[in-house]
């Protein structure tokens, strides 16, 4: 199994997956400008959307989309429970805050890293942060987690997504229980491994 990634991106999510469920795979790392491998080859013969993560199952060919790809490594090391089993509606709740994570944070805070952005669009994105993070701050007041008192592999996506705001210069000090949550989600040993494995 390999991980294709780049150090800072959304591939962090399923690198703390691996930690987490204690799977060993090879770490590539891609140039994303230049579209390369460390090796020179074109990363778009691995993935040809062009974009980082992509996990090379091995036996499964390769997957790509952060929420899949930490599907797929649950799903195929159960004995962690990091994700609900298929069927039941504990699945289909962890797979509705997996899409609000892709869709309303992943989407909107990663919009905020192109540059051709004037004042007025980051005003708009910063606006509908405020409601989307307000919205996530709310239900974190009532569990500590996404799914509630366990953790999950949604919790690595949005920790990873989170974790950009300081860098696009988003305040999340605002928003008490979200602060908490990323402590608590950035303290784990795993999580710790994985941003120390994306540095190296």
């Given at each position: ?6 150090p800072n991106t ?66 195929n090391n159960p ?122």
């Amino acid at each position: 199994m390999k991980l294709y990634f780049t150090p800072n991106t959304c591939a962090l999510a399923p690198l703390i997956a691996l930690k987490e469920l204690d799977v060993t795979a090879d770490l590539e790392k891609v140039d994303l400008g230049a579209k390369k491998l460390s090796t020179g080859a074109d990363y778009r013969g691995v993935n040809t959307k062009g974009y980082v993560p992509a996990l090379d199952t091995g036996k499964d060919g390769v997957l790509t989309e952060v929420s899949t790809i930490l599907q797929y490594l649950a799903d195929n090391n159960p004995a962690k429970n990091l994700l609900p089993k298929f069927g039941d509606m504990k699945r289909y709740r962890a797979m509705e805050m997996l899409n609000f994570v892709a869709s309303e944070l992943h989407k909107t805070i990663g919009s905020l890293f192109n540059k051709a952005f004037n004042d007025d669009a980051r005003k708009a994105v910063f606006d509908r942060l405020d409601n989307r993070i307000g919205w996530l701050d709310a239900q974190l007041a009532k569990k500590p987690y996404l799914l509630g008192e366990d953790y999950s592999l949604a919790d690595a996506y949005a920790f990873t997504v989170l974790g950009w705001c300081k860098v696009v210069g988003y305040d999340l000090g605002k928003f008490a229980n979200v602060t908490a949550y990323l402590e608590r989600v950035g303290a784990r040993p795993a999580v710790q491994a994985a941003l120390a494995a994306q540095s190296a």
